[in-house]
């Protein structure tokens, strides 16, 4: 079956240490995305990549740092100097409308990382 | 003016109500139109989808106004299951300076006995 993958579910990470979390997609969609949530609110973009080997600033990227090397993975790295960094991590996939006229398809989202620093 | 905007919410309602969601949207080059549905601590989940022409699932009714840059969502006969959080969501043209999709913050809503 198709879809997202995040990994691990939940993950603890120690004051100063830079972690990374998993996304994969075996959905060939073109767009990758990593969003924040903390209780309570809503979605805030992170990074999103819409193509292999690119990838734009969201709304507060800083702290954090994500790669593209392949299409179906878009790994993020929670480093030392995001803060205040515990919260609920989803990434999410999507097929954008192209030049290549395929239809935007829905989001498709992991089950999400709950990172907590102890 | 944020990109998308949606009813604070919560809406506590009782069972067998019928309630509607509103959603408007800032960018006419707005693409396609979605409305999903949140459980608490889970990750959003595709209700449905939002079309001009109007779109209905059983108890589910989502309609689009492209003129107004308006969404709706209906839900009647509401059910205690259909407590969770509906996010309006709307995409960009590809290639665009934020990403191609653009999320409400959600409203909650809360169906009782």
């Known amino acids: 079956d198709g879809g997202i993958t995040q990994s691990p579910k939940y993950l603890f990470r120690k004051e100063g240490q830079n972690v990374t979390l998993s996304c994969e997609q075996n959905l060939n969609h073109d767009a990758m995305y990593w969003y924040r949530q903390d209780p309570g609110q809503g979605l805030r973009l992170i990074y999103y990549s819409q193509i292999v080997n690119d990838f734009q600033k969201g709304d507060i990227a800083e702290g954090y740092s994500v790669s593209r090397e392949k299409k179906e993975s878009f790994p993020l790295t929670v480093t030392s100097a995001q803060k205040n960094p515990t919260a609920f991590y989803l990434c999410a996939s999507s097929d954008p409308l192209t030049a290549r006229g395929h239809r935007d398809t829905e989001a498709f989202f992991g089950q999400g990382t709950r990172l907590t620093v102890v | 003016r944020k990109e998308v905007e949606q009813d604070p919410g919560p809406f506590n309602v009782p069972e067998g109500a019928t309630v509607a969601f509103n959603c408007t949207y800032s960018n006419s080059a707005s693409q396609s139109f979605f409305w999903y549905r949140q459980d608490c601590r889970k990750e959003p989940k595709l209700l449905m989808s939002?079309?001009?022409s109007g779109n209905e699932d059983g108890r589910f009714t989502a309609q689009l106004n492209r003129a107004s840059q308006y969404i709706s969502l209906l839900i009647r006969d509401s059910k205690l299951s259909d407590s969770a959080t509906y996010l309006c969501v709307v995409t960009l043209p590809y290639g665009g300076s934020q990403g191609n999709l653009i999320f409400g913050k959600g409203t909650k809503l809360s169906v009782k006995p």
């Open positions: 939002v079309y001009s």
